[in-house]
């Protein structure tokens, strides 16, 4: 315990050696503070007005916010990362501090003095004062403002405003830094949907293969697109609609008005239909008993015949003018 006492008595003169004393100049001050916090300078109304106040040979970039809970600043948040970011990487990039731009952050519970003056009933806010004396020196001295209506939560926006707003000034690139995290998660998915199929290929590949689930879904889409599925998406058709008797008409007449449900049912009899056509075309032929063969026959032949009627007098729903008609319907 003595001797770790010990070492740390002898090495406090080289620490405040090594910390840097105030110098006077307020932006070489400022300069070194945000550098050694590696962000922004955290503001409070009186070192807000020390640091703005003029006259000033240094740019003052300072974003206004409400990081605390009770104000449900969601961009507040979402944009204080960003702009520590962009401090971050302006400060470095500009070694020499030739642009001579300051970053400050000044939150509402540091700054209510400051807000209340500006009236500001919104954050985030961000002001960029520009110098009043000097080369780059402007007259007026109304701070310029950045619009955050459009939502931006980049820093990238950010430092296009910034360079523009200070055209000679040297302008430290901004890059976003890699998202490990992000990456990492992107490869571990990839290899781990890469290993399920893989895994999975033996028991998919039989079924992707399989020429009868394809004729399935063809046959299903055929019978949608037939029966008139693509109109009503494109017309936004009605499900049904009154006959006006209290009743319900399941068909539209006319050829250019149709029903949600009409499209249902008429692909349900273009589907008994193939099905019935399939099977007495290919199933029916392989029954070994010839009484059940001609049962079948029959079976699937007053199938078609049904359904045909059915569809004719749907036709004749359709078009009234048409003459024909098949038993039963």
């Not at 009770?70 to 990362?81: E, G, H, V």
């Not at 400050?104 to 209510?112: A, E, I, P, Q, Y």
């Not at 008005?257 to 056509?277: D, K, R």
């Amino acid at each position: 315990m003595r001797i770790s006492q010990f070492f740390t008595a002898a090495l406090l003169p080289f620490s405040a050696l090594a910390a840097k004393k105030p110098t006077g100049d307020r932006f070489q001050d400022s300069n070194a503070a945000q550098l050694a916090n590696g962000r922004p300078l955290q503001l409070d109304d009186k070192s807000y007005d020390a640091l703005t106040k003029g006259p000033r040979d240094y740019s003052v970039a300072v974003l206004l916010t409400a990081l605390d809970a009770r104000f449900s600043c969601t961009l507040c948040k979402a944009f204080q990362p960003e702009w520590e970011m962009l401090g971050k990487q302006w400060s470095k990039g500009d070694k020499k501090a030739e642009s001579r731009l300051v970053f400050g952050t000044l939150d509402f519970l540091d700054g209510k003095q400051t807000f209340q003056s500006m009236a500001l009933q919104t954050a985030p806010v961000l002001l960029l004062f520009r110098p009043t004396t000097g080369p780059n020196a402007y007259n007026d001295p109304i701070p310029a403002r950045f619009d955050f209506s459009s939502g931006t939560d980049k820093a990238e926006p950010i430092h296009t405003w910034l360079s523009r707003q200070l055209p000679n000034v040297p302008h430290p690139p901004f890059v976003r830094p890699l998202n490990y995290l992000k990456i990492g998660v992107t490869i571990t998915i990839v290899l781990g949907v890469i290993t399920f199929i893989a895994a999975a290929w033996p028991v998919f590949m039989p079924i992707i293969q399989n020429r009868n689930l394809w004729a399935a879904l063809s046959l299903i889409a055929v019978l949608l697109f037939t029966s008139g599925h693509m109109f009503n998406h494109i017309r936004k058709v009605p499900y049904v609609a009154g006959d006006g008797k209290g009743g319900i008409s399941y068909f539209a007449g006319g050829f250019q008005n149709q029903f949600g449900l009409e499209t249902q049912i008429v692909a349900g009899m273009y589907g008994i239909l193939a099905f019935a056509t399939i099977s007495l075309a290919l199933k029916v032929p392989r029954i070994a008993d010839p009484r059940a063969q001609q049962i079948a026959v029959f079976v699937w032949g007053g199938v078609i015949l049904g359904m045909y009627s059915f569809l004719l007098s749907v036709f004749r729903i359709k078009n009234g003018g048409y003459p024909f008609w098949l038993p039963p319907f």
